[in-house]
T-cell receptor
Framework: AQTVTQSQPEMSVQEAETVTLSCTYD???????LFWYKQPPSRQMILVIR??????QNATENRFSVNFQKAAKSFSLKISDSQLGDAAMYFC?????????????FGEGTQLTVNP | SAVISQKPSRDICQRGTSLTIQCQVD?????MFWYRQQPGQSLTLIAT?????????ESGFVIDKFPISRPNLTFSTLTVSNMSPEDSSIYLC???????????FGPGTRLTVL
């Protein structure tokens, strides 16, 4: 079974600074997707960034980037130039690569606080 | 992207009653999912609902407690039956859109059972 682990229940960062959220996972599959989702107090799950396992290049979306280490099964999220609106719960998630889509397995979450 | 709506957005219910949560997608989708998020915790998959077939339940969740309907390609319901305070959670539906290769989530239903 696949598992996703986030070892940082809470993190804080100063506005405009950089923060890195950690995630490790376990799987026997060779091809899969990894995601970071953001859940603000509104409860809406928002996809932040996606990484395909077969791609060696780390994904980047504006101020958000990942450090994907496939051999180590590590998938960290770096937020640069942190903004107050980045404050939220962040979930790391895993999905097997299937053409018809499949279930997401989530980590425990990291609560990010951004201090002005 | 997809727009997914859920009704109700929140409810307070009495022990022993049942609540049906509706999930509407603005696109036709094959796979829909129902998740539970207990207070301060992560999302746990309850079941996968494919149109035209019985829902597939995850370990620890049973059809008698969480019956699901999937009458067409844009709609699904989840019923929480014979509720107890332990059922107080946020319930989220999601849909997989193949064109985006992504799951989109509804805004969630916050359920409180007294």
């Amino acid at each position: 079974a696949q598992t996703v682990t986030q070892s940082q229940p809470e993190m804080s960062v100063q506005e405009a600074e950089t923060v890195t959220l950690s995630c490790t996972y376990d799987t026997s599959e060779s091809d899969y997707y990894l995601f970071w989702y953001k859940q603000p107090p509104s409860r809406q799950m928002i996809l932040v960034i996606r990484q395909e396992a077969y791609k060696q290049q780390n994904a980047t979306e504006n101020r958000f980037s990942v450090n994907f280490q496939k051999a180590a099964k590590s998938f960290s999220l770096k937020i640069s130039d942190s903004q107050l609106g980045d404050a939220a719960m962040y979930f790391c998630a895993y999905r097997i690569k299937e053409t018809s889509g499949s279930r997401l397995t989530f980590g425990e979450g990291t609560q990010l606080t951004v201090n002005p | 992207s997809a727009v997914i709506s859920q009704k109700p957005s929140r409810d307070i219910c009495q022990r022993g009653t049942s609540l049906t949560i509706q999930c509407q997608v603005d696109s036709q989708v094959t796979m829909m999912f129902w998740y539970r998020q207990q207070p301060g915790q992560s999302l746990t998959l309850i079941a996968t609902a494919n149109q035209g077939s019985e829902a597939t339940y995850e370990s620890g969740f049973v059809i008698d407690k969480f019956p699901i309907s999937r009458p067409n390609l844009t709609f699904s319901t989840l019923t929480v039956s014979n509720m107890s305070p332990e059922d107080s959670s946020i319930y989220l539906c999601s849909a997989y859109l193949a064109d985006y290769n992504e799951q989109f989530f509804g805004p969630g239903t916050r359920l409180t059972v007294l």
